[in-house]
Protein backbone atom coordinates (compact mmCIF):
# COMPACT_ATOMS: atom_id res chain seq x y z
CA UNK A 1 0.00 0.00 0.00
CA UNK A 2 1.65 3.13 -1.15
CA UNK A 3 1.36 5.86 1.08
CA UNK A 4 2.99 8.39 -0.82
CA UNK A 5 2.58 8.28 -4.61
CA UNK A 6 3.86 9.82 -7.70
CA UNK A 7 2.37 8.47 -10.57
CA UNK A 8 4.65 9.94 -13.00
CA UNK A 9 7.59 7.99 -13.73
CA UNK A 10 8.95 10.78 -15.74
CA UNK A 11 9.06 14.17 -17.05
CA UNK A 12 10.28 16.09 -20.13
CA UNK A 13 10.22 19.79 -20.55
CA UNK A 14 11.95 23.15 -22.04
CA UNK A 15 14.55 24.60 -20.48
CA UNK A 16 13.55 27.94 -19.60
CA UNK A 17 9.35 26.46 -18.86
CA UNK A 18 8.01 25.47 -15.77
CA UNK A 19 8.02 22.10 -14.40
CA UNK A 20 5.69 20.94 -12.10
CA UNK A 21 5.59 17.52 -10.13
CA UNK A 22 2.92 15.80 -8.49
CA UNK A 23 2.56 13.93 -5.22
CA UNK A 24 -0.04 12.44 -3.88
CA UNK A 25 -0.98 11.03 -0.37
CA UNK A 26 -3.54 8.70 1.46
CA UNK A 27 -2.92 8.81 4.92
CA UNK A 28 -4.56 12.13 6.66
CA UNK A 29 -2.26 12.43 9.06
CA UNK A 30 0.76 13.64 7.09
CA UNK A 31 1.74 16.99 8.04
CA UNK A 32 4.99 17.48 6.82
CA UNK A 33 6.07 17.16 3.18
CA UNK A 34 9.62 16.94 1.70
CA UNK A 35 11.02 16.76 -1.59
CA UNK A 36 14.66 15.31 -2.55
CA UNK A 37 16.45 15.91 -5.79
CA UNK A 38 18.79 13.08 -6.90
CA UNK A 39 21.12 13.08 -9.36
CA UNK A 40 22.80 9.36 -11.02
CA UNK A 41 25.45 7.93 -8.93
CA UNK A 42 24.72 10.43 -6.10
CA UNK A 43 22.44 10.17 -2.56
CA UNK A 44 19.21 12.33 -2.67
CA UNK A 45 19.87 15.71 -1.57
CA UNK A 46 16.98 17.32 0.25
CA UNK A 47 15.28 20.78 -1.73
CA UNK A 48 12.34 22.28 -0.22
CA UNK A 49 9.50 21.18 2.24
CA UNK A 50 6.11 22.02 3.16
CA UNK A 51 4.24 22.39 6.83
CA UNK A 52 0.74 21.40 6.93
CA UNK A 53 -0.08 24.73 8.29
CA UNK A 54 0.72 26.55 5.00
CA UNK A 55 -0.50 25.97 1.45
CA UNK A 56 2.86 27.41 -0.24
CA UNK A 57 6.25 27.80 0.62
CA UNK A 58 9.01 29.25 -2.11
CA UNK A 59 12.52 28.69 -2.48
CA UNK A 60 14.04 30.49 -5.08
CA UNK A 61 13.08 29.01 -8.44
CA UNK A 62 11.25 26.15 -6.45
CA UNK A 63 7.76 26.41 -4.94
CA UNK A 64 5.46 23.75 -3.32
CA UNK A 65 2.18 23.92 -2.91
CA UNK A 66 -0.26 21.86 -0.54
CA UNK A 67 -3.92 21.20 -0.93
CA UNK A 68 -5.03 19.49 2.07
CA UNK A 69 -8.21 18.36 0.97
CA UNK A 70 -7.45 16.79 -2.04
CA UNK A 71 -4.04 15.15 -0.46
CA UNK A 72 -2.10 16.55 -3.31
CA UNK A 73 1.01 18.63 -3.70
CA UNK A 74 3.37 19.93 -6.39
CA UNK A 75 6.59 20.88 -6.93
CA UNK A 76 6.98 23.68 -9.75
CA UNK A 77 10.40 24.96 -11.11
CA UNK A 78 10.63 28.11 -12.89
CA UNK A 79 11.54 28.81 -14.70
CA UNK A 80 13.63 25.18 -15.12
CA UNK A 81 17.45 24.47 -16.25
CA UNK A 82 19.65 22.12 -16.95
CA UNK A 83 20.71 21.27 -13.89
CA UNK A 84 17.52 20.55 -12.78
CA UNK A 85 17.48 16.87 -15.01
CA UNK A 86 17.55 14.92 -12.05
CA UNK A 87 14.96 12.08 -10.19
CA UNK A 88 12.90 13.98 -7.57
CA UNK A 89 11.09 12.39 -4.47
CA UNK A 90 8.77 13.13 -2.59
CA UNK A 91 8.64 12.25 0.83
CA UNK A 92 6.06 12.66 4.12
CA UNK A 93 7.25 11.54 7.92
CA UNK A 94 4.83 8.89 9.48
CA UNK A 95 5.30 10.03 13.02
CA UNK A 96 4.00 6.98 14.64
CA UNK A 97 6.09 4.74 12.64
CA UNK A 98 9.48 7.51 13.33
CA UNK A 99 10.13 7.03 9.49
CA UNK A 100 9.62 9.05 6.22
CA UNK A 101 8.08 7.16 3.27
CA UNK A 102 9.28 8.02 -0.22
CA UNK A 103 7.49 8.04 -3.25
CA UNK A 104 8.81 5.77 -6.30
CA UNK A 105 10.16 9.46 -7.69
CA UNK A 106 9.68 11.31 -11.10
CA UNK A 107 12.81 11.58 -13.27
CA UNK A 108 12.31 15.08 -15.09
CA UNK A 109 14.60 16.13 -18.05
CA UNK A 110 15.18 19.01 -19.22
CA UNK A 111 15.20 19.41 -22.95
CA UNK A 112 16.99 22.45 -24.72
CA UNK B 1 34.73 14.42 5.49
CA UNK B 2 31.81 16.16 6.31
CA UNK B 3 29.50 14.37 4.36
CA UNK B 4 27.77 10.72 4.74
CA UNK B 5 30.36 8.31 3.48
CA UNK B 6 29.37 4.64 2.01
CA UNK B 7 31.59 1.79 1.50
CA UNK B 8 32.14 -0.30 -0.94
CA UNK B 9 30.76 1.69 -3.69
CA UNK B 10 30.17 -1.21 -6.16
CA UNK B 11 29.88 -4.53 -4.74
CA UNK B 12 29.53 -7.55 -6.71
CA UNK B 13 28.77 -11.14 -5.28
CA UNK B 14 27.49 -14.40 -5.84
CA UNK B 15 24.24 -15.66 -5.02
CA UNK B 16 24.54 -17.10 -1.49
CA UNK B 17 27.34 -15.53 -0.33
CA UNK B 18 27.25 -12.28 2.90
CA UNK B 19 27.96 -9.25 2.26
CA UNK B 20 28.49 -5.84 5.19
CA UNK B 21 27.88 -2.59 4.00
CA UNK B 22 29.20 0.59 5.37
CA UNK B 23 27.54 3.87 6.57
CA UNK B 24 29.54 6.24 8.22
CA UNK B 25 27.86 9.17 9.31
CA UNK B 26 27.27 13.23 9.48
CA UNK B 27 29.41 13.55 13.20
CA UNK B 28 26.93 14.70 15.47
CA UNK B 29 24.04 13.01 14.09
CA UNK B 30 22.04 10.99 16.06
CA UNK B 31 19.87 9.36 13.69
CA UNK B 32 21.10 7.18 10.86
CA UNK B 33 18.41 5.58 8.30
CA UNK B 34 18.97 2.65 5.31
CA UNK B 35 16.92 2.98 2.21
CA UNK B 36 17.09 0.86 -0.71
CA UNK B 37 16.65 1.51 -4.21
CA UNK B 38 15.74 -1.26 -6.75
CA UNK B 39 15.38 -0.50 -10.22
CA UNK B 40 12.73 1.43 -11.18
CA UNK B 41 11.22 1.80 -7.79
CA UNK B 42 11.31 4.67 -5.05
CA UNK B 43 13.71 5.00 -1.76
CA UNK B 44 12.43 1.66 0.22
CA UNK B 45 13.05 2.24 4.10
CA UNK B 46 14.99 -0.70 5.77
CA UNK B 47 15.97 0.00 9.04
CA UNK B 48 16.67 3.59 11.20
CA UNK B 49 18.70 3.86 14.53
CA UNK B 50 18.00 6.86 17.09
CA UNK B 51 20.77 7.49 19.49
CA UNK B 52 20.96 4.41 21.44
CA UNK B 53 17.24 3.47 21.49
CA UNK B 54 16.58 0.09 19.78
CA UNK B 55 16.58 0.29 16.04
CA UNK B 56 13.50 -0.11 14.16
CA UNK B 57 13.92 -3.03 11.91
CA UNK B 58 9.97 -3.08 10.48
CA UNK B 59 11.41 -1.95 7.01
CA UNK B 60 13.85 -5.16 6.92
CA UNK B 61 12.81 -7.31 4.07
CA UNK B 62 13.76 -10.62 5.34
CA UNK B 63 15.18 -12.38 8.47
CA UNK B 64 18.96 -12.47 6.00
CA UNK B 65 19.06 -8.89 6.53
CA UNK B 66 20.82 -7.53 9.61
CA UNK B 67 22.36 -4.06 10.94
CA UNK B 68 23.92 -2.73 13.56
CA UNK B 69 25.29 0.63 14.72
CA UNK B 70 28.27 0.83 16.94
CA UNK B 71 28.84 3.41 19.33
CA UNK B 72 26.09 5.69 17.98
CA UNK B 73 28.36 6.13 14.77
CA UNK B 74 29.14 3.85 11.86
CA UNK B 75 26.96 1.77 10.69
CA UNK B 76 26.47 -2.03 9.10
CA UNK B 77 24.36 -3.72 7.01
CA UNK B 78 25.11 -6.83 6.50
CA UNK B 79 23.02 -9.02 3.92
CA UNK B 80 23.27 -12.98 4.28
CA UNK B 81 23.07 -15.40 1.74
CA UNK B 82 22.61 -13.39 -0.93
CA UNK B 83 19.81 -13.40 -3.66
CA UNK B 84 19.60 -11.88 -6.97
CA UNK B 85 16.49 -9.36 -5.59
CA UNK B 86 19.20 -8.01 -3.39
CA UNK B 87 21.02 -6.28 -6.63
CA UNK B 88 19.89 -2.81 -5.51
CA UNK B 89 21.56 0.80 -4.40
CA UNK B 90 21.54 0.71 -1.17
CA UNK B 91 21.59 4.23 0.51
CA UNK B 92 22.70 5.81 4.18
CA UNK B 93 21.43 8.81 5.43
CA UNK B 94 21.87 11.07 8.55
CA UNK B 95 19.99 13.34 10.53
CA UNK B 96 20.63 15.62 13.75
CA UNK B 97 17.13 14.29 15.58
CA UNK B 98 13.69 13.91 14.59
CA UNK B 99 12.40 12.04 11.85
CA UNK B 100 11.81 15.73 10.03
CA UNK B 101 15.59 17.14 10.35
CA UNK B 102 17.11 16.81 7.02
CA UNK B 103 18.41 13.87 5.80
CA UNK B 104 21.64 13.73 4.36
CA UNK B 105 22.21 10.60 2.18
CA UNK B 106 25.50 9.16 1.80
CA UNK B 107 26.20 8.08 -2.38
CA UNK B 108 25.04 4.24 -2.10
CA UNK B 109 26.44 1.20 -2.47
CA UNK B 110 25.55 -0.48 -5.56
CA UNK B 111 25.19 -4.40 -4.90
CA UNK B 112 24.81 -6.63 -8.19
CA UNK B 113 24.03 -10.54 -6.92
CA UNK B 114 25.07 -12.75 -10.07
Known amino acids: DQQVKQNSPSLSVQEGRISILNCDYTNSMFDYFLWYKKYPAEGPTFLISISSIKDKNEDGRFTVFLNKSAKHLSLHIVPSQPGDSAVYFC???????????FGKGTRLHILP | GAGVSQSPSNKVTEKGKDVELRCDPISGHTALYWYRQSLGQGLEFLIY????????KSGLPSDRFSAERTGGSVSTLTIQRTQQEDSAVYLC????????????FGPGTRLTVL
Open chain 2, 93 to 104: ASSWDRVTDTQY
Open chain 2, 49 to 56: FQGNSAPD
Open chain 1, 91 to 101: AAPAWRDDKII
